[in-house]
């Protein structure tokens, strides 16, 4: 109930004069009424604390990142693989050689053209964070550039989801870098942000925690076909977009109603009923596809290191309370989800999925007394600036105290969450034992690029679950011939991570975006896509 009063306060005060001129100074000069209409400013979903799409997985960084660097393929909005980069591609009758072509006149933003050596460069820094990348490394003959616009990648078996690996929109994306900069240690973060993407990053206005901007590249040369997602002609009708940071929400609010700025990318539910009777802002699901709520643990650690304290915390969660943290009283927003893959798809099930209905307080506190637990601190690394990590931290640590759990609450920013999950440090030596996040419901139709529900060890997602129970069942669905094959796999893999607890999934549930009637062109998808969006003067 706390949660719900804190979040309506934000809507007291929100009318006002000059919002960005009172969040440090960022309002940019006057500009003339055609150069305001070719800017677009959009408030995005966190800090942009970082700028290294391969380096981290974080939605914000990849959503960034999708302006600046293109792929060789993109998934559309039937989730279809289509060329982007690539002109053409080959593959050997057994399914062991593909041989691509890169389409003519792409460049990056130096001036430099695009060549196959920087395909090659990046793929290879790439495929060592991303769980399909690294599938593909297992069983990698050769990778190397046939000449200046081809290369040629031999495995040892077939790879029947190539497309889609090179194809996906979740992160990390195989964004195309210069050799030069996608040579730089995939566990240390780049420097240099050149790409060749439609919009290029103006490094010296980046002020991280106020403002990123973004400028149209004028030799850019979209593809001809339709827009879709990640696929087609990114077609690009803004001169400029500036990314104004607003944690607060109530602040973006006002910014959004008073015409400061255009697109609100994660309104606050508690705020849309405002944001619709403002006759000037069109407000809408960003993502039918949704999204699951993650409270993911460090396996490497105590208390999670053991699964029955991962279970007992399954048995007393309660995903409606971290669900009504989120959403508030429209039920249309969410769902309970008692399993990790999105409802309504295809492989949708709920094998294994009885210990999310259980909600026992008693019960957990006996299973964590059984695993032996002795009090030591957990260390919850909770962002603040998200709205939706803030709400379910809230709940989780509650929840985690009525169990038993002695709670070291480590109130952070996502950026700092975002480079402090990465750490195998001890929890109390700068590590942690568990943080919140989600996952775009795009994203978990299936294991194919689903890097949560990996649980490889060293090579799996931050907290490092490692079950070769779970891996068995997503090599079986890579392998399956037919649906039915496919539906078998992904029953036994929902039951084998929820034994596990690969995570803790906390519900499903939609968002909103808002934007001002002047821009057109806003579709829905996993993230804001800004090819195709004009601004009227």
Not at 196 to 202: A, K, T
């Amino acid at each position: 109930m706390t949660i719900r009063m804190d979040r309506r306060s934000l809507i007291k005060g929100v009318a006002g004069a000059s919002v960005l001129a009172g969040a440090g100074g960022i309002a940019a000069p006057a500009l003339s009424q055609g150069a305001a209409a070719k800017t677009l400013r959009f408030v995005p979903q966190a800090n942009l604390a970082n700028f290294d799409p391969i380096w981290g997985t974080q939605y914000v960084v990849r959503n960034a990142a999708a302006l600046v660097w293109d792929t060789l393929y993109g998934v559309d909005e039937k989730l279809v693989p289509q060329r982007q980069m690539v002109e053409s591609e080959q593959v050997s009758d057994d399914g062991l050689t593909w041989t691509f072509k890169l389409r003519p006149g792409l460049k990056f933003h130096d001036g430099t053209p695009v060549l196959a050596k920087d395909v090659v460069a990046s793929l290879v820094r790439w495929s060592a964070r991303d769980p399909m990348g690294l599938m593909l490394r297992g069983i990698q003959k050769e990778l190397v550039a046939v000449d200046d616009s081809s290369w040629r990648w031999v495995l040892s078996r077939p790879y029947p989801k190539m497309l889609l690996a090179l194809a996906k929109n979740n992160a990390p994306c195989s964004f195309i870098m210069p050799e030069r900069i996608a040579q730089t240690d995939p566990f240390k973060q780049i420097t240099e942000y050149v790409g060749s993407g439609p919009m290029r990053f103006v490094r010296d206005e980046w002020v991280p925690g106020a403002r990123a901007v973004f400028a149209k590249f004028a030799d850019y040369v979209p593809r001809q076909e339709k827009a879709s997602w990640l696929a087609g002609g990114k077609q690009m009708l803004l001169d400029r977009i500036e990314w104004i940071i607003m944690p607060d929400a109530a602040t973006a609010s006002a910014a959004l109603q008073n015409g400061e700025v255009d697109w609100w990318e994660t309104p606050l539910p508690d705020l849309v009923p405002l944001l619709k009777k403002n006759r000037n802002i069109n407000v809408d699901i960003a993502d039918p596809l949704g999204n699951i709520g993650s409270f993911r643990m460090n396996t490497l650690f105590p208390p999670f290191d053991n699964v029955k304290v991962r279970r007992a915390v399954l048995m007393a969660m309660n995903q409606e309370d971290y669900m009504r943290a989120l959403v508030g009283d429209d039920d249309a927003l969410w769902k309970p989800l008692p399993g990790f893959f999105t409802p309504d798809t295809p492989l949708y099930n709920e094998e294994g999925g009885e210990i999310l209905k259980m909600r026992n307080i008693e019960a957990a506190k006996k299973m964590l007394a059984e695993a032996g637990y002795k009090g030591e601190p957990v260390t919850c690394v909770v962002a603040q600036d998200q709205s939706i990590t803030k709400g379910m931290g809230e709940v989780t640590a509650e929840l985690l105290k009525k169990i038993g759990f002695n709670v070291d609450f480590v109130a952070t920013d996502w950026g700092t969450t975002g480079t402090r999950r990465t750490s195998k440090s001890p929890p109390g030596q700068g590590g942690w034992n568990m943080f919140h996040t989600w996952h775009a419901g795009a994203d978990c139709i299936n294991p194919a690029a689903y890097t949560a529900i990996r649980a490889n060890g060293e090579k799996a997602w931050f907290g490092w679950p490692d079950s070769p129970a779970v891996e068995t069942e997503v090599t079986a669905w890579f392998d399956a011939k037919t649906l039915d094959e496919e539906k078998a796999a992904m029953k036994r893999l929902n039951k084998a991570a929820l034994d596990y607890v690969v995570y803790a999934p906390t519900g499903f549930f939609l968002g909103y975006q808002a934007w001002r009637k002047n821009v057109s062109g806003v579709v829905k998808g996993p993230l804001p896509f800004a090819w195709g969006v004009s601004k009227a003067a």
